[in-house]
């Protein structure tokens, strides 16, 4: 199946609440946690999610990770919006800063965070290596990085399959977006070829569920 693309930036207050309402749940902790391990322990660390949507991973990741400060930003305003509250909420919006920017083109210095970490991002954007390429960038030599996404299925009835399986109690509207979202995703082939194309040495891209690829280095690789 060719790449179907879809709008790079969800930025209505209806996209937001009902991205928001979404059960990403079980993804979202299993990444939280992967976070956690490839950044391992230490003093003054600071991460960057890009994407960040409206901020569950950075609540999930503070959890787990307490000691850490995070820039979570997206192109979104109305996502940042809900994840202003979101923070609120959690008690956090202390260590985890908000700031609305490209993926593509971050205003942020190099080799700034010690992790970088980007989850369903890359399936949004028409040339994701630019995202590959500014991970590269922003993590310090040694960081840690974990970039996860969807992996487009071979057909559209093996789209359809894994909706069903995945989300059968989902809204219409809902299930179209998961739908829309696999269509979009990368091949396994295609991120390899973005990670060694964007330099970042020592990541290791593999397969984690029936549906999600990853990228992942973890901290002090070198």
Known sequence: MRRTLEPEVMDTAD????????DFSEPDSRFAETAARLLGS???????????????????????????????????EQMLRVAAKNLERAGIADKCALARMDAKALHVPPESFDLVMSNSLAHHLPDPLALFCEIARVARPGG??????LIRPETEADAWAI????????????????FDSLCAALTMEEVRDMVMAAGLAEAEVIQVSDRHWSVER???HA
């Open 15 to 22: 996209d937001a609440e009902e991205y928001d309402a979404m």
């Open 42 to 76: 230490g003093a003054n660390r600071r991460a960057l999610d890009i994407g960040t949507g409206t901020a569950k991973i950075p609540v999930l990741l503070l959890r787990k990770a307490p000691g850490v400060r995070i820039l979570a930003v997206d192109m979104a």
């Open 144 to 149: 840690a990085v974990l970039v996860r996404d």
């Open 163 to 178: 909706v069903d399986r995945v989300s059968p109690n989902d809204t219409a509207r809902q299930r179209q977006l998961f």
């Open 218 to 220: 973890s901290w002090a």
